[in-house]
């Protein structure tokens, strides 16, 4: 178990939390990595607090505006996204946070990684960034 020793959905946690402003940090995931990967998991934790998000479960336009108002309030110094890779629902985790950047204007020190097979792969910005347009996204594989 990480630092903060329990399990929290990030939806249910007030923005101004104690276990936030612990670290500072926060590492949002995709829920099943806790189960499915828990050594990668603790890993990721070390340091950050932990915070559980299902997009089969809640929407993301209530998830991104909840991290939108925390972004806001906290000097939150970064944040990790960590999803399985080709979840239709985790990915959307990714787009999120890229959005909530947009909306408040200024620069997030944001990183994304995704697991396949069994093993975390760092991605860029850019390619968050461009895997929402699937006409660019068709264009590359058509090269």
Known sequence: MNELGVYREFMTVNVCSKYIKKFNKLL?????????YPHIFQDFSKGRTPLAVCLEKEHINMVGFKLAGLLARLNVKEVVIL???GSPHCVQLHFAIEEVEKILGRHINRKHYVIEDGKPIEISKTSVKK???????????KR
């Open 28 to 36: 949002i995931y995709g829920t099943c990595v806790r189960d499915e």
């Open 83 to 85: 999803t399985v890779d």
């Open 131 to 141: 895997a929402r347009y699937l006409s660019f996204v068709e264009k590359c594989i």
